[in-house]
Every structure is written in structure tokens, then in C-alpha cells.
């Protein structure tokens, strides 16, 4: 059988009650499928718009979707349309995943509000498989299990539910394998839906949401994906899922169906049923014909030898539904539905949750959170080597050619003291620029934070400080160390190894600092190219205050507070301070000497001890600090936007 094939008769979702060292695990999938039998998810009059236009000239309403009311009950509910009728919104206002102040009327849950913490309780697919492309199948499986699933599931528990998707979904042969992308060939397209759909069905979601599941598939694979969906299905599980142009052995597969056009219903009903319904309008299906790929050709006005306009068709499809009785049937179930919520018992993602252990809108608290995305990183960064050794190289190479051009510098040479305060600056601007390479750290992953986040994953402030940690510590810390040792000794700079230490204070600070800048950059830009550009202009500027290239009593008063703001002036004097301060230089061939304290003060630096370097410290902290924190509200305000 084809790696990409699934034989939906080994996809049997069982449930069993056992002990895995002395943890009681319970899959709810049995229970769920009675859960479902009653309950529904309703929209009422459902409106979504985005402001478009200029902000001078006044911005206008855009209306995705309008008035839309259906509903969706256990089986295999696709959302059909063509491009731009609102598929994708109308599916992401379902699962609660999009901004309620731009849109109106209500999605209820056994006609109740949904609960709370429901979008993280339900499973979402997104039509781009998001995944930690560095790790296997199996490991992407275990990091949503590790997070999602309840405390009550110990590490043991947690493997066994691991093997249980694995087996379920029949990925065993590619459980080991990476999931890979653009630059390293890794499991097929089919694998990587399978694994995307396994890392939601982790949690036993009662309802599952699928953006356009089957694109970028070829038929075959498609059409396993579906079955496998419609294994979910039998199982109790409410499937809604949009998509563009199913093939007919895929539609075959459907419960219901619902069709948009302009971002307005034009039917909802059983797949069977849709051709009468457009008949009923004038618009027949040819013998031979795939009914959805009809049905689009007249939403569009594509049928052959058509002259009428498109809006009219569009219209005459509306007013014709509302009067049909398959809106009568909409109308009569969430009649029913009023009738009875007074007596309807807690809604089914309720009862997961309280089957599950879940009370609040995460399964696991914190301090979890932290240590699960942290190893996760950590993995990406041993599995994803090229960064650290371009790093490593980098340091190694700018090092040794440093060192190479300022071999063994004379100390009692006077021109030597310059090109040690040359030195010393280039090593502080290295520092800034080899750096720069963490703006990525946040725009890399952006597709992946948005979509864990949305599926409540974890806190936005976990997945923050696992992200630091991870890139501070073992990306910035070796290539500083790389470059203090081998510059240090090659330019013979001031002995001691306390002096060492300092000056590896020194540009380990100067690195954290800049990479501080760049993630809040990597926060706001859409880009990593723009946020090279911004990052650019900020160090040139930065190192123009660094107290080098001018004294700071010759820049003019009107914008001399922006050394205040300069990283590379703080830099600068804790090695510049670290290397002359309490030194005298003894000129060979005269008496003459130079003392460094003198040589600080023409320099405008007014420290004279390396006590006096506790406020430039400070003063980096103090620019670390406040970056990490408008880093994090920039990251928190991407999430509200969600």
C-alpha cells in the first residue's frame, strides 16, 4: 500500500479505561459519540466586515459575510464555494477564532453561548500544515500531547495516547521520520495532514474544524484524507470543513453541505439533495456532471453558453433558498433547539472538559508550558546545526582575522594605544552585527505561534521566556566566548583574567543587547528583510554615539541625548574603561609615558576605575529589559489580533 493510502478499515477509534503506572487514562471517543447525538453548533444571522481604505480619506466597511444562518450537526459538513465567498471566515468565526468586534449575530452551542475556553477544547487544521518542520512526525504528536492533554496523564500515559494517533491515523512507518520542508525533503504530503490532523486529535476533540484539507493533495491522498475524516465522523464527531472543488468520490463522502456566494448562504442541506435544489431554480445538471464542480460553474456564471449576470444568478439562489424546504428544516431544528435549551444537559466540549480534568482554558500550567517549549527549542537548535555552526564560523573567522591584523600590539608603542581603541570598537560593533540574526527568532516561527496559540497551546509569556532562554544562552553565549578567548590572546590586550572576564561581560552584554532589539523588531515586522534594514540603521546610528568616531562634547547639545539611547557608547567604555583604566604606557626610545585615565578623559569617558563600570552595565540592562518587554506586548497584541 502507497505511504499516502489509508485503509479506513484499520482507523477504529476505540475507547478503554486502563491503568498506565497507577494513572487511570480514559479515551472519551465512545463517550463522545453519544454526547453527539443531540447537540448542535448554530449560526444566527452571522456578519463579518474588515475596515479597507485609506485611514486620511476615510475608511470604508467591507462586508465578508452576511446574514448567514445554518447549522451543523455530527457527520462530514463541508463549506463549499468559490475563491472569496467567505469560506475560510465563515469557518474561523465557528471555532471562535476570529475578532468579535468586527462582526454581529451569534454562533451558539446547543443554543447556548459556546463556553469559554471552546476553541482550545476543539481540534483546528489550518490549510497550511504548521509544524516544527526539524522534528519527526511522533515528536510533534508528543509536544501537542504534552501540553494538551490533562495532568492526570503521566509521561507513560502520554506515550501510550502518542502510539494510539500514530497507529490510528497509520503513520507507524513515518513516526521517526522529520516532517521536513522547502530546504530538506522529509515525510509526503499526505503524512504531513495526517500528522497535522493527529497533533489536534490528541485531545479526543468532539468537533474538528479543517481549513481546505485536501489542497495542495494529489486525488489519491485527498481521498484517503477525507476517508479518514469520515472514520472521525462515525465515531460521533462533529467534521465542518471548508473546500474549493471537491472531486466526486470525495462529495460521496459528505453528510451536509453548505455553500456560500458572496459571502451569503445559498443552501445548506444533504450533498443529494443540493442538485434538486438548484433545479428547482432553473439550473440543471448535466448527466455525467460533478455535481460541486456545477454548482460553482453557476455561482460564478461559468456555464457554458450562460448569459445571465452573475449577481442575478447569485440573488435568484438566495431568495430562492428561503424559501425552500431545507431553510425550513434550518428554521425548524434551531426552534427546537430554543425550545429545549432550558433542559439540555452541559454541552458536549463541557463534558470533555470535565472528563479530561480541564477547568480552566489550559491543560497545563506554567511552569510545563516552559520546560515543554524550551525542549522543543532546544531540540530545533541540535537538529537545525547550520545556525549554530554559521554562528561559531562567524565569530571564528572575524576573530582570527581581528587578531591576525592586530598581532601582539607594543605597549610602549604610542600609535599601538590608538589602534587598541580601534580594536576594541570593532570588537563592539561585530558584536551588533553578527547578532542580527535573531530577528528571525519570532518571524521564523510566526505561523506556528499563531496557529498553537489560537488552538490554546500554551501562554503567550511561556513560549516568550523558552524563546529567549533558548536563543540567549546557547546562540549568543559560545561565540562570544569564541571571540574573547582568541582576540584577547592574539592582540595581546591587558592581562589578567579578571580583565578577561570583563571585556567577556562586556560583548556578551553588548550581544544580548542587540539581540534585545532584535526581537522586538522580529515582533513588529512582517519581513526579516526589513527588520535587517531597520536593525542596520539602528546599529550605524548607535555606533555614531559610541564616543569612536566623535567626542561626545562636540556632538550639539540638540540631539546629544541620543547617547543616552547608543548601546555601542555603553560597549565601548567597559572595554575601553577594562583596557587604559589605572595603566600607564612607557613610550619606547623617550621618557615620555601616557597614562590611561588621561587617555579615558580625551576620549570624554569619565570613569577612571572598573568600579565606575556598574552604570554602563546597568544602563545595558536597563535597554535589554525595556525591549524584552514592549517584545512580549507586541507578541501578546499578535495573539489579540487572532
Not at 451569534?106 to 471552546?118: A, E, I, S, T
Not at 491543560?363 to 545556525?387: H, T, Y
Not at 560583548?507 to 534594514?533: Q, R
Request: contains cysteine; glycine residues 6%; aromatic residues 8%.
Amino acid at each position: 500500500m502507497d505511504q499516502d493510502e489509508l485503509d479506513v478499515k484499520n482507523v477504529v477509534f476505540t475507547t478503554a479505561s486502563s491503568s498506565v503506572d497507577g494513572v487511570v487514562t480514559r479515551d472519551t471517543t465512545l463517550e463522545l459519540q453519544s454526547h453527539l447525538t443531540d447537540h448542535v453548533l448554530t449560526a444566527h444571522d452571522v456578519c463579518y466586515w474588515t475596515p479597507v481604505g485609506d485611514v486620511c480619506k476615510g475608511r470604508r466597511r467591507k462586508d465578508i459575510l452576511k446574514n448567514v444562518t445554518c447549522v451543523f450537526q455530527k457527520g462530514v459538513n463541508i463549506i463549499l464555494g468559490p475563491t472569496g465567498s467567505g469560506k475560510t471566515t465563515f469557518l474561523d468565526l465557528m471555532a471562535g477564532r476570529k475578532k468579535s468586534s468586527l462582526c454581529s449575530g451569534q454562533v451558539l452551542l446547543d443554543g447556548k453561548p459556546r463556553p469559554r475556553d471552546f476553541k482550545t477544547r476543539v481540534g483546528y487544521v489550518t490549510q497550511e500544515d504548521v509544524m516544527m518542520s526539524t522534528l519527526t512526525v511522533r515528536e510533534n504528536i508528543t509536544f501537542s500531547a504534552s501540553l494538551r492533554l490533562p495532568s492526570s496523564y503521566n509521561s507513560a500515559a502520554r506515550r501510550r495516547k502518542v502510539n494510539e494517533v500514530i497507529s490510528e491515523l497509520d503513520l507507524e512507518k513515518c513516526a521517526d521520520t522529520k516532517i521536513g520542508g522547502d530546504e530538506a525533503r522529509g515525510v509526503s504530503g499526505g503524512e504531513r495532514k495526517r500528522c497535522n490532523i493527529g497533533m489536534e486529535m490528541i485531545i479526543s476533540p468532539p468537533l474538528l474544524f479543517l481549513d481546505e484539507p485536501t489542497t495542495g493533495l494529489d486525488s489519491s491522498t485527498a481521498n484517503s484524507v477525507m476517508k479518514l475524516l469520515k472514520s472521525m465522523a462515525r465515531a460521533g464527531r462533529m467534521i465542518i470543513l471548508s473546500i474549493h472543488q471537491p472531486r466526486f468520490s470525495i462529495y460521496q463522502l459528505v453528510d451536509s453541505t453548505t455553500m456560500l456566494a458572496s459571502g451569503r448562504l445559498i443552501y445548506q442541506g444533504p450533498p443529494t439533495s443540493a442538485i434538486e435544489f438548484f433545479a428547482s431554480q432553473g439550473f440543471v445538471c448535466p448527466p455525467y456532471n460533478n455535481p460541486p464542480d456545477f454548482f460553482l460553474d453557476v455561482i460564478t456564471n461559468s456555464t457554458q453558453g450562460s448569459t445571465v449576470d452573475l449577481q442575478l444568478n447569485t440573488d435568484l439562489l438566495i431568495e430562492g433558498f428561503k424559501t425552500s424546504p431545507w431553510k425550513a428544516n434550518i428554521d425548524e431544528t434551531i426552534k427546537n433547539i430554543e425550545m429545549t435549551v432550558e433542559e439540555v444537559q452541559p454541552t458536549m466540549v463541557q463534558r470533555v472538559s470535565e472528563s479530561m480534568g480541564v477547568n480552566s482554558g489550559y491543560a497545563s500550567n506554567w511552569f510545563r508550558q516552559l520546560s515543554v517549549i524550551s525542549g522543543r527549542c532546544l531540540k530545533d537548535v541540535v537538529k537545525n546545526p547550520e545556525i549554530t555552526a554559521a554562528m561559531i564560523l562567524k565569530a571564528v573567522i572575524l576573530s582570527t582575522f581581528v587578531g591576525s591584523l592586530f598581532f601582539q600590539l607594543d605597549d610602549k608603542d604610542r600609535k599601538a594605544i590608538q589602534d587598541r581603541t580601534g580594536v576594541l570598537f570593532f570588537l563592539s560593533l561585530t558584536q551588533q552585527f553578527i547578532n542580527i540574526s535573531a530577528v528571525n527568532v519570532f518571524i521564523a516561527e510566526r505561523k506556528l505561534f499563531r496557529h498553537e496559540i489560537s488552538n490554546g497551546y500554551y501562554r503567550v509569556s511561556a513560549y516568550f521566556l523558552s524563546k529567549i532562554i533558548c536563543d540567549l544562552i546557547p546562540l549568543r553565549l559560545l561565540p562570544v566566548a569564541i571571540v574573547t578567548v582568541i582576540t584577547h590572546f592574539a592582540i595581546g590586550l591587558r592581562p589578567g583574567w579578571d580583565h578577561v572576564a570583563i571585556l567577556f561581560i562586556g560583548l556578551y552584554a553588548v550581544s544580548v543587547t542587540t539581540a534585545c532589539i532584535c526581537f522586538l523588531v522580529g515582533c513588529i515586522v512582517v519581513k526579516d528583510e526589513m527588520g535587517h534594514i531597520v536593525l542596520s540603521m539602528i546599529i550605524a546610528l548607535s555606533n555614531l554615539y559610541a564616543g569612536f568616531l566623535i567626542n561626545f562634547s562636540s556632538i550639539p547639545k540638540a540631539i546629544a541625548w541620543i547617547q543616552y539611547l547608543s548601546i555601542a557608547k555603553y560597549g565601548f567604555q567597559i572595554l575601553t574603561v577594562n583596557e587604559f583604566a589605572d595603566r600607564t604606557f612607557s613610550i619606547k626610545g623617550s621618557n615620555e609615558s601616557i597614562s590611561g585615565n588621561d587617555y579615558l578623559d580625551q576620549l570624554d569617558i569619565d570613569y577612571t576605575t572598573l568600579e565606575d563600570l556598574l552604570p554602563n552595565f546597568l544602563a545595558l540592562g536597563a535597554i535589554s529589559w525595556t525591549m524584552l518587554i514592549l517584545a512580549y506586548f507586541q507578541l501578546r497584541r499578535t495573539k489579540s489580533h487572532l
